[in-house]
């Protein structure tokens, strides 16, 4: 999978535009949810190759089995309807509800 066509793929899956109508007004907690989100992430990166190799898996594979992942949400997100709106989370928490709990 060339590196565009997974920016691509990573794109329509999270889709932001669709995205900025769910997450909550204080921009205080979505700073918070996003720098979380950012540190499991490089923390998953700077893992990768130890986890993949303890789970056996390779890299082709497991490229494969996430480019399916992400087509088969941007598909699902495609056909959906938008969300209603969500009462919002008070405090911190908020910032912390929408990245590992979506609604």
Known sequence: ????FGILLVLVAV???RRWHELPEDRRQVA???GITLA???A?????DRVLDAL????PTFRVGVGLVLAVRAVADL???VPPAIAPVAGLRGGVVPAFFPV
Not at 1 to 4: F, H, I, L, P, R
């Open 1 to 4: 999978m060339s590196g565009v």
């Open 15 to 17: 889709n932001p535009a």
């Open 32 to 34: 918070v949810g996003a």
């Open 40 to 42: 499991v992430l490089l």
């Open 44 to 48: 998953l990166g700077a893992a990768g």
């Open 56 to 59: 056996d898996i390779t890299v």
């Open 79 to 81: 056909i959906r309807s």
